[in-house]
């Protein structure tokens, strides 16, 4: 059974429409829930942390909310720029320091 | 400052063969990790090391040894590759005991295996 489920797997935007993409998660305990960035052939890339429910967290037109089961990453006006694939990841308080990760959602913004 | 780094990026193998990846990091982590990417599988754990002087196996260990040479270098061992060993790899570093404690990832090394 996944402990991370993502949602969509893909997603087509048009330049300037926004849009949310879903992370749902169990664990026994949440140490941390994670969201990072990967471009075509690069490792992935650090953006949020998020530790409690009604946590909120925000970069340039990003914007990242937890809940006790699931969070999004809300995306405003999103720019071409914003297209790669986003993976989220679990950090349980049973596990160690290991992240558990998502299958991510590829985000394609055309012009 | 470079972060992670990983050695070679690109590395194409024969059924049976060995060889090390590399990986440093220069941020005074305590904690080193091993993933792998897969298609359709997402990122999983290989193995890691909490702290210098120790291992444990993650999600996925069969077929692979680790080494965590100093605090900065963790490397990873193909002893026989294996086809099913095709894959990206990624190298990881983080502190440690810290809640929340973000990992920081490297470019990756692009294996294949004939």
């Known amino acids: 059974e996944d402990q991370v489920t993502q949602s969509p797997e893909a997603l087509r935007l048009q330049e300037g429409e926004s849009s949310s993409l879903n992370c749902s998660y169990t664990v026994s305990g949440l140490r941390g829930l994670f969201w990072y960035r990967q471009d075509p052939g690069k490792g992935p890339e650090f953006l949020f942390t998020?530790?409690?429910a009604g946590e909120e967290k925000e970069k340039e037109r990003l914007k990242a909310t937890l809940t006790k089961k699931e969070s999004f990453l809300h995306i405003t006006a999103p720019k071409p720029e914003d297209s790669a694939t986003y993976l989220c990841a679990v950090q349980d308080s049973n596990s160690g320091y290991a992240l558990n990760f998502g299958k991510g959602t590829s985000l394609l913004v055309t012009p | 400052n470079a972060g992670v780094t990983q050695t070679p990026k690109f590395q194409v193998l024969k059924t049976g063969q060995s060889m090390t990846l590399q990986c440093a990091q220069d941020m005074n982590h305590n904690s080193m990790y091993w993933y792998r990417q897969d298609p359709g599988m997402g990122l999983r754990l290989i193995y890691y090391?909490?702290?210098?002087?120790?291992?444990d196996k993650g999600e996925v260990p069969n077929g692979y040894n680790v080494s965590r040479l100093n605090k900065r270098e963790f490397s990873l061992r193909l002893e026989s590759a294996a086809p099913s060993q095709t894959s990206v790899y990624f190298c990881a570093s983080s502190f440690t005991g810290r809640a929340g404690n973000e990992q920081f990832f490297g470019p990756g090394t692009r294996l294949t295996v004939l």
């Open positions: 998020l530790y409690s």
């Open positions: 090391s909490a702290s210098e002087g120790t291992t």
